[in-house]
């Protein structure tokens, strides 16, 4: 089973032959290249030509982040399911209005959905949410009133915000008070742990769109213009309650991640590397975690969820089966 490498040193990825490895000061480890699916990089690293030429050969990505942990880019090979037939029915899915609408609202009412489950099983353990429940309920029946993304965007913003009041209730621990979302830079120890566990689901997200026929660049709810990506936005506001979030409570309320793990710098509050490290050592076991698929009626781990959500998303594109966004069911 192929698995993402992380990389937190600094030092210089190589090819030698027909394998890899990463060169430190410390010396040379070397990493099998078969056993490889991506690579993320939150060190400085040098590498060239050749070893981009190797990647694509063998179909690796590799994902950066710059030195407060945020996201910055990747290298997306070229696309070896590229199919003409699946880009032409992503750009009419956006270009007509309707078409695109269905798709935004769906991805929408998945996150809102995932969103109540959250604070449903939080409302169980005597977690007083019921405002905070009946206004996001509220919310959600206005989504298929949009006329347009602008709304529906609206709408997602205000649900967060009523979703976000709750997590102070939700950890109780006066070293995590949120207060609100705050991004660049993060204000508090929630934010930073937020925007660091939604950049690891965006490329979670893009690693698996590489192995399907759709294409990254084009997105229904996150308008595509210049950005890069915008298909992966979408599919994680169906996953962040469930993946990102849940993540979080249980790494604070468990005593993992503590306030040691991190550090105020330029008017910002970063995760360290030891931080970094313990979340996604978590992550990890989380996306690797297996659940009882209701259709398949199989059990699949959080990461080949991700994909069979793309196929669902094929499907409704070339018009066999009408789109319908996951929904936990706890």
Not at 72 to 93: D, T, V, W
Not at 161 to 173: G, M, S
Not at 256 to 279: A, C, N, P, V, W
Request: net charge positive; aromatic share 14%.
């Amino acid at each position: 089973m192929k698995k993402r490498i992380y990389i937190f040193n600094n030092g210089e990825l190589k090819r030698k032959q027909n394998t890899l490895y990463f060169e430190t000061e410390q010396g040379k480890k070397f990493i099998p290249i078969e056993g490889v699916s991506d690579f993320l990089v939150f060190g400085e690293i040098s590498i060239n030509k050749k070893l981009l030429d190797f990647l694509t050969q063998n179909k690796i990505l590799i994902h950066f982040f710059n030195y407060y942990g945020y996201y910055m880019g990747s290298y997306y090979p070229r696309a070896y399911y590229n199919s003409g037939l699946m880009i032409l029915k992503q750009a009419e899915h956006y270009l007509d209005n309707e078409k695109r609408l269905t798709l935004a609202k769906k991805f929408v009412s998945g996150a809102i959905t995932n969103m109540l489950k959250v604070l449903n099983y939080y409302q169980l353990r005597e977690v007083q949410l019921e405002e905070e429940i009946n206004a996001i309920r509220d919310l959600y029946e206005k989504i298929y009133q949009c006329n347009d993304t602008e709304q529906l965007m609206a709408i997602e913003g205000n649900t967060r915000d009523y979703y976000y009041k709750t997590f102070d209730k939700i950890i109780n621990d006066e070293d995590f008070s949120f207060a609100s979302r705050t991004k660049r830079p993060p204000e508090n120890r929630i934010n930073a742990m937020i925007s660091f566990g939604n950049s690891l689901l965006y490329v979670e997200i893009l690693s698996e769109i590489y192995k399907t026929h759709l294409d990254p660049r084009i997105g229904y709810l996150h308008t595509t213009n210049n950005r890069r990506f915008t298909l992966n936005l979408d599919v994680a506001e169906i996953f962040k309650p469930i993946l990102v979030d849940r993540l979080i409570f249980s790494l604070i309320n468990k005593s993992m991640i503590k306030k040691s793990h991190f550090k105020d710098e330029l008017g910002g509050i970063y995760l360290k590397d030891t931080g970094r490290q313990t979340f996604i050592e978590k992550w990890e076991e989380k996306m690797n975690t297996t659940i009882k698929h209701r259709s398949l009626n199989i059990n699949v781990s959080y990461r080949r969820l991700l994909r069979l959500e793309l196929y669902k998303i094929e499907k409704h594109l070339l018009g066999d089966k009408e789109y319908s966004p996951f929904v936990a069911r706890w």
